[in-house]
């Protein structure tokens, strides 16, 4: 590397003597996105507030978001220390960029971005998102991109390895390549030779592209799948199935025997589609293609089974799980993709409304220890919840481990465990094992059973912090239904921090949505008075290519958080009906019910009515729209 390239890659990693701030407060004005008002009352608040960032106060305001400030960055592209930026938009703590900096003078060779993702003091799409910003780079995230395998093959792989870059794909004539160092001219001119001098310089840590070119390498050297025999036929369907499932982002795949053929739907957005249907001939080929696929056993015909298939793709490795069941016409394949959900979100995208997030994260994660339970059906989205709340807590302070069945997300810091009851790596063989590894926060994929009710109880009664899922209606549900489990209510009263319910809904496809003002009958079924809400107006989607007519198009999550109060621990200790407990919950610690969520929520356009009464609890008459408005921070 020479001089002025090392001179690049130590300003990212040095905090300079510039104010970041104030510089950033006058681009913003002088691209027109602040006004002078705005600057000087978000300075005022600043003032009051002590350790807070201005950007911080101005998100809080309303007078700006990050996608504004990102796109001000990247105009300008102001030469700034990485790590200054990143404690601004409020992506690393000014302590922990204190303590990457001493990492950094310690390994000096190792850029400032790589340490921060490595010591999990703030996440890689951030660093390497704001990164790209400052420094007119495109951010690229290598290891979910498809794979061009004729553009791999324009260079050697000892080359990619060498420099550490890596083609992602095409943008026009241009050739989009992800580098570990884009400030270093010498891997840059070596994809130049390659890729010509009009390349894309995109950047992405070291270790995704290492990793993503032994991936390629793989992918490369692999045969091109030829149709060639009818067995080559099967194999063909097979992969076309579940390549098909993975690119529509189905969850899973149900291959369901009939009399006289076999119907193959996929679960999107929660309800399932129809994708086609087989002949009979040729079902039980594809049935038994997937069994060996599963690493079940095709000569067993009259046993339901159990398998894993670990799918390779170009944009990674997709773990199915399958379950075949057999029936009356035939043995039925449910193939969940567990993996096929996209990034890991963080607690703030997992789509809480602001002061419901703020009570979560302050009351229930920041705690000291306890156990937080998220709860609902099967399918409501509660691992993504578990694990953005595991992502939360996940610092370089922290000890985290995990027991799941199975581990649905890989997260780097912490240990996961993936229960195996074949090899007697049960639940209760793993809780047994788990207190024993000195953790400070334990992750129990889910409760089921007294005694992993029990382990859960007395791990948060040593100290610990604990994480866990539940199957039950609604957050009072969870509460009771551990007392039927005969957990003492004492136990449940001191130990329990908060419980969150949660549903899945279809969220109203914004292209062809449409006013719906809900009529008296509607208002009803709400359990809205008619004179209470005239004019409540939803939206409906009327349903268009993009949605494929469904009116609808990705889903959104609906919550109910329970933060267990002194009043709320008392009406448990006394085994108060759940009509008591849920009346005390909502009068004395600000719960607002999945209904009343639900309703905030398609108020503002982002589901239907339909979604609302079909998938919520109605136990209780909401309260009015400006009420629930206010008591969630939602603006009308």
Request: hydrophobic share 45%; with cysteine; charged share 25%.
């Amino acid at each position: 590397m020479n001089h002025e390239a090392e001179a690049s890659v130590s300003a990212l990693a040095t905090v300079s003597d510039v104010d970041v701030s104030t510089e950033l407060a006058s681009l913003l004005l002088a691209g027109g996105r602040l006004t002078v008002q705005q600057l000087q009352y978000a300075r005022r608040i600043q003032a009051k507030l002590g350790e807070r960032t201005l950007l911080s106060v101005l998100f809080e305001l309303g007078y700006l978001d990050e996608a504004a400030v990102r796109a001000t960055l990247r105009t300008a592209q102001p030469p700034w220390p990485l790590g200054r930026v990143l404690v601004e938009l409020g992506h690393l703590s000014a302590q922990d960029l204190k303590l990457a900096l001493a990492l950094q003078r310690e390994h000096p060779d190792v850029p400032l971005g790589e340490l921060l993702c490595e010591h999990n003091f703030a996440s890689r799409s951030n660093v390497f998102g704001v990164l790209a910003d400052l420094r007119g780079l495109v951010a690229v995230e290598p290891e979910s991109t498809d794979l061009d395998v004729t553009l791999l093959r324009a260079a050697p792989w000892r080359i990619y390895r060498a420099h550490t870059f890596l083609p992602i794909g095409r943008t026009g004539e241009r050739t989009v390549v992800a580098f570990a160092d884009p400030l270093n001219p010498v891997p840059v001119e070596a994809a130049r030779r390659y890729f010509g001098r009009d390349l894309v310089v995109g950047v992405a840590s070291r270790k995704a592209i290492a990793a993503t070119i032994d991936r390629a390498e793989r992918l490369a050297a692999a045969p091109s799948p030829q149709v060639v025999s009818d067995d080559g036929m099967i194999v063909a369907l097979a992969n076309q199935i579940i390549f098909d499932a993975i690119g529509r982002r189905a969850s899973d795949i149900h291959l369901e025997p009939h009399r006289d053929r076999l119907r193959i739907r996929f679960r999107e957005d929660g309800s399932m589609v129809l994708y086609r249907d087989v002949t009979s001939e040729v079902a039980g080929a594809l049935v038994s293609r997937l069994k060996v696929m599963a690493g079940a056993d095709i000569a067993e015909r009259r046993r339901h089974q159990d398998g894993r298939i670990l799918f390779e793709t170009t944009r990674g490795t997709v773990d199915i799980r399958v379950s075949i069941y057999v029936s009356i016409h035939g043995e039925k394949v449910v193939m969940r993709l567990l993996n096929n959900r996209g990034a890991l979100l963080t607690i703030g995208d997992i789509g809480m409304a602001p002061r419901m997030l703020e009570f979560f994260t302050v009351d229930a994660l920041e705690a000291p220890n306890g156990v937080v339970i998220i709860t609902g059906p099967t399918g409501s989205g509660k691992t993504t919840t578990l694990y953005a709340a595991v992502n939360q807590l996940n610092d370089a302070n922290t000890s985290i481990i995990t027991a799941e069945d199975p581990v649905e997300y890989v997260i780097e810091g912490i240990t996961q465990c993936s229960i195996n009851p074949k090899i007697n790596l049960s639940y209760d063989e793993t809780l047994k094992h788990i207190m024993r590894q000195d953790p400070d926060v334990i992750v129990i994929g889910e409760i089921r059973d007294q005694f992993s009710a029990e382990v859960a109880i007395n791990a948060a009664l040593t100290g610990h912090k604990v994480l866990t899922t539940f199957h039950t209606e609604d957050s009072i549900g969870g509460l009771v239904r551990l007392m039927n489990m005969n957990i003492e209510a004492f136990l449940i009263s001191s130990t329990v921090i908060s419980v969150v319910a949660q549903r899945l809904l279809r969220r109203v496809c914004r292209r062809c949505a449409e006013d719906h003002v809900l009529t008296p009958h509607e208002l009803r079924r709400l359990g809205y008075a008619a004179v209470d809400a005239t004019g409540l107006t939803f939206s409906r989607g009327a349903g268009c290519a993009e949605c494929r007519h469904s009116g609808y198009h990705g889903r959104l999550a609906v919550f109910e958080l329970l933060v267990l109060n002194e009043r709320v621990r008392d009406a448990v200790i006394a085994k108060k009906t759940s009509f008591d407990i849920r009346r005390i919950s909502t009068e004395t610690s600000g719960l607002v019910t999945l209904l009343e969520d639900g309703i905030v929520k398609a108020a503002a356009g982002q589901t239907s009515f339909e979604e609302v009464v079909r998938e919520l609890p109605r136990l209780s008459p909401p309260r009015p729209l400006p009420e629930l408005r206010r008591l969630l921070g939602v603006r009308a």
